[in-house]
């Protein structure tokens, strides 16, 4: 079985890609895309962090309602990739391009 | 008794409500029936209730309780009635002079367009008066109280398309509040003291001895405060005069017979605690007598018809108050009697002049009505007799009664109110003959005799001021003549001073008045007849503007107190309040000015702040940094 600090690195990583990604990029499809990067890496750690449980409790139903969780937030975050890339293509027709710094009008 | 008597004030209620509501559906003569009719009904009941009232020395006052106003823990307060030998009596003036004056207004208002509105008012102003005299204890009185008054500001503003109109209108509002205060606090004063507002459970208490003088000093002079402001006495007085600015009828009704008498109504009612405060009657005295003499010179340089006869008012309510002070209280409600009947008569008389000369109101462009309004004429000659105190009118007895109570209880009063008694003969008769006498002044005018409506009640009033003296014959001429006394000796002691005086004496004091009245009338002849006042210089220009009391309030009242707003608005309101609120909001625009310069727009920046808001965070919460 593979130790749980290999999951705890591939998380972390993940999640700090997603990070630089939204904090250094200006497209905001790769934005987006980067801010998913982000949950799935956090779902990753919820799947794993359930699976050690449920091992240490063979036989129970500990740990079940983890990995359950997860398949809830994929439905939600489905959803709401849904909601991000429609705002998506108003932003562009608005102002055709998927730079996030034209989105500064409010300043003004 | 009790069966009918909550009829009376109700009808005129019900008046009020008929004509209020139907005042533009409901014709004139439908209106002028309903209005004056309830009043008729209320006076019947009140004849009634004046022939079956319990009266005479030892009387037990009826109680009729309706229901309680207030009732917890402590206070109660009932709406119930009082029904005694005043209360019978005032019942009578106000229905009776009441339902004269509704008459005639039928007549005079009848162009009016205001003509429902008018007559649901009078109605109201009815309803209220009743409850003043009726009501058991100190709060209905003050409802009555601040009813009239509202009903008197109402009415003198009735026609409120004119400024100066709605400006007579608060000032006589604004004036009364003040007396108003007086009575509000000697209510609250009154009830610490005895524990109860009834006029017969405050009054019982009085002879136990346990109220101290300073507080019945302080109530009667707070009660006295509310008289002089209804009452219109000194220093409040100089709201009656413009308080003519009413339809005439109103000022026959109100600002002459009836609400301005509540003054009077109240200290006699009181008169048990006015009797225990001597310092209070002193003030009183001096008050009535000082407002007496200067509105009788006012009046004797005033060319407009009402003021003359408002002035008078105010002049004769200081006689009645002069005798309320010396204890002669049968023979303030005497004159308030009298006075009703014959200050109502001069008033619709003028009211008719002015109808007849088409709202013309300054006499010296009158003269020589005699031969156009001979009715007007009659009656208005009966009430300047019956005014000026020449027997047997009726104004002779009961004014007789008052100077001889003043020549007993202070001599200084006794001589201001002899002056101005001939004082009152003179404007009198300077207005009945520049009124009537010589030859009309004016061209262009066709003065007419007022339609039937007028003139009846002008004759009834004229018979009730020749005969409304007799109810108080003084025993100089009969024995035991003194009705008046008599009937409300459960209400009031009779003052017994009257009765230390030798025939000799009193018939010296009548002759000498009454020569000099008719030397003043005489004066009064020669000077008007037909002649109108020269241009005032010196002392008579004093006169004629009023002794400047308008002025002097305006100066040493009016203009500090506006001046007091005034720095206010600029120094507290300008600089203080708006610099502050200002600053407020000017502060909070600096400081967003140099925090609004991290809001770039630029989304990358708000991340990255984001993540280190986090870190921050997670840090504080993992390693406690603080």
């Given amino acids: ?108 | 008794m009790e069966k009918y008597i909550w009829l009376i004030p109700l009808l005129p209620l019900l008046g009020f409500f008929i004509n209020g509501l139907g005042r533009n559906v409901l014709s004139k003569n439908v209106i002028s029936l309903i209005g004056s009719g309830v009043v008729f009904i209320s006076f019947i009941f009140s004849v009634l209730v004046f022939m079956n009232v319990p009266s005479g020395a030892g009387a037990e006052p009826l109680i009729i309780h309706g229901f309680d106003i207030l009732n917890f823990n402590s206070i109660h307060i009932p709406f119930s009635f009082q029904i005694d030998a005043l209360t019978s009596l005032f019942l009578l003036i106000i229905t009776g002079i009441g339902f004269l004056i509704h008459v005639y207004s039928a007549g005079y208002m009848h162009l009016d367009e205001g003509f429902g509105k008018f007559f649901s008012y009078l109605n109201l102003f009815i309803f209220f008066m009743l409850i003043l005299v009726m009501g058991s204890n100190f709060f209905m009185m003050f409802i009555g109280w601040e009813g009239v008054g509202l009903c008197s500001f109402l009415l003198i503003g009735f026609w409120f398309k004119n400024r100066d109109y709605v400006g007579a209108a608060k000032k006589a509002f604004i004036m009364n509040r003040i007396g108003d205060v007086g009575f509000l606090l000697a209510m609250f004063w009154i009830y610490k003291e005895f524990g109860t507002l009834e006029y017969t459970e405050v009054f019982a208490s009085l002879t136990t001895g346990q109220i101290s003088a300073f507080a019945i000093g302080g109530i009667t002079l707070l009660l006295f405060l509310a008289a002089t402001g209804k009452s219109a006495q000194i220093p409040l007085f100089t709201w009656l005069p413009d308080a003519m600015a009413g339809p005439t009828p109103v000022s026959a009704l109100i600002h002459a017979a009836t609400m301005v008498t509540a003054g009077i109504f109240l200290i006699t009612r009181c008169n048990e605690l006015f009797e225990l405060a001597p310092f209070t009657k002193e003030i009183i005295a001096w008050i009535g007598i000082t407002t007496s003499l200067v509105t009788a010179t006012i009046a004797m340089r005033q060319n407009d018809i009402k003021k003359v006869l408002a002035y008078s008012t105010v002049s004769q309510l200081g006689l009645m108050f002069a005798s309320l002070g010396m204890g002669a209280y049968v023979a303030a409600v005497f004159h308030v009697m009298t006075h009703a009947f014959f200050k109502a008569l001069l008033f619709l008389g003028a009211g008719s002049v002015i109808h007849g000369m088409n709202n013309e109101q300054d006499m010296s462009k009158m003269g020589g009505l005699k031969k156009f309004m001979p009715t007007t004429h009659t009656t208005m000659l009966i009430g300047c007799i019956a005014i000026a105190g020449i027997p047997p009118l009726s104004g002779f007895f009961s004014k007789d009664e008052m100077l001889l109570s003043m020549f007993l209880g202070n001599k200084a009063v006794y001589a201001i109110g002899f002056i101005v008694s001939v004082l009152t003969s003179f404007y009198m008769f300077r207005l009945y003959f520049m009124t009537f006498g010589g030859n009309l002044r004016q061209e262009n005018a066709h003065p007419h005799e007022s339609p039937k409506s007028m003139t009846i009640p002008l004759t009834i009033l004229a018979i009730l001021s020749i005969i409304g003296g007799f109810v108080g014959i003084p025993e100089l001429f009969m024995q035991n003549a003194h009705r008046l006394n008599q009937f409300l000796s459960g209400v009031v002691a009779p003052h017994e001073a009257a009765h230390t005086v030798s025939h000799l004496t009193e018939w010296l004091l009548i002759g000498a008045l009454l020569a000099c009245v008719s030397v003043a009338i005489f004066i009064a002849h020669k000077m008007y007849n037909g002649k109108v006042d020269q241009e005032a210089k010196g002392f008579s220009k004093v006169l004629e503007n009023k002794w400047y009391v308008d002025e002097i309030y305006q100066a040493i009242i009016v203009n500090p107190v506006m001046g007091l707003g005034n720095v206010l608005k600029q120094y507290v309101e300008k600089s203080g309040i708006v610099q502050t609120v200002a600053g407020v909001g000017s502060f909070s625009y600096y400081l967003s000015k140099n925090i609004k310069t991290i809001q770039t727009g630029n989304i990358g920046m708000y991340i990255l702040l984001m993540v280190i808001g986090i870190i921050t965070g997670l840090g504080i919460f993992f390693f406690g940094m603080f």
């Fill in chain 1, 1 to 108: 079985m593979i130790p749980i600090s290999y999951y705890l690195f591939l998380s972390l990583a993940l999640f700090t890609i997603g990070m630089v990604g939204v904090m250094t990029r200006r497209n905001i499809i790769i934005m987006l895309m980067c801010v998913e990067l982000m949950l799935n890496s956090v779902n990753l750690l919820l799947v794993a962090f359930s699976k050690m449980h449920h091992a240490k409790n063979l036989g129970t139903e500990a740990g079940i309602d983890g990995q359950m969780l997860v398949l809830f937030i994929m439905v939600v975050a489905a959803a709401e990739v849904a909601i991000g890339l429609s705002i998506m293509i108003l932003f562009y027709r608005k102002v055709h391009n998927v730079d996030v710094q034209s989105l500064n009008r409010l300043k003004h």
